[in-house]
């Protein structure tokens, strides 16, 4: 135990050191750039030294305090990486605004130019980001590793090996084992990953401490009367993480296991409604002036698409070039989307049907269209209308919804949020046409019902952007 404590304060003071010399260095690049662009200027004059050192060093310092105060140093810090993202944002906030208090106050001690304050702040959250990003998600410096250990090796245990089986799935943590509990279903359990046999009661916490394991995931068939209590409540006291099976799962994966979830989960977690009031306040005006920007952008397209559609096969059907169709919105209220028709005009004569990969009935200048998301493009209108937003699960038919609520728990979750133009699950899962594919894009789409965000759109949007311009669609 004390070796695991040794490695955790080193990881930390590696990281207060590394990110100390980092801000330092950006700011001092900061001012090399500043004096580049304005040479004329005394307040980066090369004589002006001990405004430069206390300004830089104010600043590094007061941003790793931030840091500290904000938990990002914790050698337990159980987080994801948005989440980490936006400690950043708010220390590197708090520590410009403390030292633009400090320049005003003290103008002799902190003479330097006005510009440098932003600048500084913009390029420290930027480096501090990619350096997270490669220390907890890349395990760089071996700072992102956590020493995991499974209770359990039956059934529920089996989704780790079944879903995390590539070593890019096993980024956050080092899998030390499974350790059978009575009550598995050892059948349906761990085929290949690395059992471990010890006596519960007995050898547990030694086997824990002798390790350095830093969390244990619960992940046992059977609960009541076959965990070892006594072991995990000394664990939890000596700062050992011991999490749920279906949090380690949403916290590494992005999906929440819904074939997995039980009531009294439910009951404790966050829930799936929104809490973030000024994201809803601003929900509309922000939608609505994305979707004007991008009509700026695509009208031209858009004009062109309809042309071709006309003049493949609407010019002979008389058939329309949109395609309207009813689908379940926000709260479960039904409206009419609105998309490029891209299949033949008789692709329902015998009723509604799932769109598969490679379906037959969609024509020529459907499978350009789909391929690069033009059909979606008069989506836009439903955004006007308030129908719909930028981001968000994607609208499915009410026939469909009325089967799959049947079939699958916690469906109608979905619909606690405004479908949208691209969501979580078109990026995480392949096209689905089955109401199993429905479940396993349903993982995704409450993993963002329950963690919708400002960032996690603004992740969604610029991926989106990718698929759309290079043609890589889901």
């Keep these: 135990m004390a070796a695991n404590n040794k490695r955790h304060n080193k990881r930390s003071n590696l990281l207060v050191l590394s990110d100390l010399v980092l801000i330092s260095y950006i700011s001092y690049l900061i001012l090399v750039i500043l004096r580049a662009y304005y040479p004329s200027l005394s307040s980066v004059a090369p004589e002006n030294v001990r405004s430069v050192i206390v300004t830089i060093g104010a600043f590094a310092l007061i941003v790793v305090v931030c840091m500290?105060?904000?938990?990002?140093?914790?050698?337990?810090?159980?987080?994801?990486?948005?989440?980490?993202?936006?400690?950043?944002?708010?220390?590197?906030?708090?520590?410009?605004?403390?030292?633009?208090?400090?320049?005003?106050?003290?103008?002799?001690?902190?003479?330097?130019?006005?510009?440098?304050?932003?600048?500084?702040s913009c390029a420290s959250i930027v480096t501090l980001v990619v350096f997270r990003y490669f220390t907890t998600r890349l395990g760089l410096l071996g700072l992102g590793k956590t020493r995991t250990l499974i209770l359990g090796a039956g059934e529920r245990a089996s989704i780790i090996e079944k879903r995390m089986r590539r070593d890019v799935d096993r980024i956050g943590f080092e899998l030390i084992g499974f350790i059978p509990v009575p009550g598995d279903n050892r059948e349906e359990g761990i085929r290949n990953e690395k059992i471990v046999h010890i006596k519960l009661d007995e050898g547990l916490r030694q086997f824990?401490?002798?390790?350095?394991?830093?969390?244990?995931?619960?992940?046992?068939?059977?609960?009541?009367?076959?965990?070892?209590?006594?072991?995990?409540?000394?664990?939890?006291?000596?700062?050992?993480?011991?999490?749920?099976?279906?949090?380690?799962?949403e916290r590494e994966t992005g999906q929440i296991v819904v074939n997995l979830m039980y009531p009294s989960w439910v009951i404790y977690s966050n829930g799936f409604t929104t809490q973030n009031y000024l994201r809803d306040s601003l929900d509309y005006a922000?939608?609505?002036?994305?979707?004007?920007?991008?009509?700026?952008?695509?009208?031209?397209?858009?004009?062109?698409?309809?042309?071709?559609?006309?003049l493949?096969?609407?010019?002979?059907?008389?058939?329309?070039?949109?395609?309207?169709?009813?689908?379940?919105?926000?709260?479960?209220?039904?409206?009419?989307?609105?998309?490029?028709?891209?299949?033949?005009?008789?692709?329902?004569?015998?009723?509604?049907?799932?769109?598969?990969?490679?379906?037959?009935?969609?024509?020529r200048i459907g499978h350009f269209i789909r391929k690069y998301r033009i059909d979606?493009?008069?989506?836009?209108?439903?955004?006007?209308?308030?129908?719909?937003?930028?981001?968000?699960?994607?609208?499915?038919?009410?026939?469909?919804?009325?089967?799959?609520?049947?079939?699958?728990?916690?469906?109608?979750?979905?619909?606690?949020?405004?479908?949208?133009?691209?969501?979580?699950?078109?990026?995480?899962?392949?096209?689905?046409?089955?109401?199993?594919?429905?479940?396993?894009?349903?993982?995704?789409?409450?993993?963002?019902?329950?963690?919708?965000?400002?960032?996690?759109?603004?992740?969604?949007?610029?991926?989106?952007?990718?698929?759309?311009?290079?043609?890589?669609?889901?």
């Design 68 to 120: 500290l105060s904000v938990g990002l140093y914790e050698s337990k810090l159980r987080e994801t990486f948005r989440g980490i993202i936006r400690r950043i944002f708010v220390s590197v906030g708090l520590a410009y605004f403390c030292v633009a208090i400090a320049s005003s106050l003290l103008p002799d001690l902190f003479s330097i130019h006005s510009y440098f304050l932003p600048a500084a």
């Design 376 to 474: 979606e493009l008069p989506q836009l209108i439903n955004v006007f209308k308030g129908e719909m937003a930028f981001i968000g699960p994607r609208p499915e038919r009410p026939e469909f919804v009325e089967q799959l609520v049947r079939e699958i728990p916690y469906y109608n979750q979905r619909h606690n949020v405004k479908p949208g133009l691209a969501g979580w699950a078109q990026l995480n899962y392949p096209y689905g046409s089955s109401v199993a594919d429905s479940m396993e894009k349903l993982k995704f789409d409450l993993y963002y019902v329950k963690h919708q965000s400002l960032l996690l759109d603004l992740l969604i949007l610029v991926r989106t952007t990718e698929i759309v311009l290079f043609g890589r669609g889901r």
């Design 208 to 249: 824990i401490f002798d390790n350095d394991i830093e969390e244990v995931i619960i992940a046992c068939d059977q609960r009541r009367g076959t965990l070892p209590l006594d072991a995990l409540f000394e664990c939890k006291l000596r700062g050992i993480e011991v999490t749920e099976l279906l949090d380690f799962m």
């Design 286 to 310: 922000v939608n609505a002036f994305l979707a004007f920007f991008v009509f700026l952008f695509t009208w031209p397209f858009m004009l062109l698409t309809a042309a071709i559609i006309f």
């Design 312 to 363: 493949d096969d609407g010019f002979k059907t008389g058939t329309s070039v949109f395609y309207k169709q009813e689908r379940v919105g926000l709260n479960g209220k039904l409206f009419q989307i609105i998309k490029f028709r891209s299949m033949r005009p008789d692709a329902e004569k015998d009723g509604a049907k799932w769109a598969s990969k490679n379906d037959d009935r969609v024509t």
